[in-house]
């Protein structure tokens, strides 16, 4: 199926080319955007460094195997759960308060820049295939920050049928 053609937003600050089974998206000459909700797409791939301006960025439940956003400094929400990332930096992006990247390949997650956080969902995602999922961040399991948003709750790895599910778990440890 050929993508759909999306018109040059031009100044706009909000977009949301959302669920539209879109398989590319162009939006590097749109850099006033504060907003970009293009979730629930086929993209594989999504280039915002020219969107210096993004404050919110949802682009989960698509095919992206990467997200490169360290120029997007001025990011308070990143949603990008449902994709296909095997690692994701967001040292970068201090002033993130809250980051959706749950339902991914990650491993590992470094949040030890982003002290503004005050919400994270993570699961489900394979962490070691053992037990813990490394969160890497300002504070460790003795000091989770007293808001509601730092899960401490498991989830199951695998819930397939036909093999042996692992609860894997949040493990906060203290970033170097």
Do not use: H
Request: charged share 15%; net charge negative.
């Amino acid at each position: 199926m050929e993508s759909p053609s999306i018109p040059n937003f031009g100044t706009s600050t909000k977009t949301s080319p959302a669920d539209n089974d879109l398989t590319e998206l162009n939006v590097s000459n749109c850099t006033l955007l504060t907003r970009l909700s293009c979730d629930g797409n086929s993209l594989t791939e999504l280039d915002v460094s020219n969107n210096t301006a993004l404050t919110n960025l949802k682009c989960g439940g698509s095919s992206l195997t990467e997200l490169d956003v360290s120029n997007n400094t001025a990011l308070t929400e990143l949603y990008c759960g449902g994709n296909s990332l095997t690692e994701l930096d967001v040292s970068n992006n201090t002033a993130l308060t809250y980051l959706e990247c749950g339902a991914n390949s990650l491993t590992e997650l470094d949040v030890s820049n982003n002290t503004a956080l005050t919400r994270i969902s993570l699961y489900p995602n394979p962490g070691d295939g053992v037990s813990k999922f490394p969160v890497y961040a300002w504070f460790d399991n003795t000091n989770i920050p007293d808001v509601s948003g730092f899960i401490t709750w498991g989830w199951f790895l695998d819930p397939n049928l036909d093999s042996q599910s692992v609860s894997i778990f949040p493990d906060y440890r203290k970033a170097r």
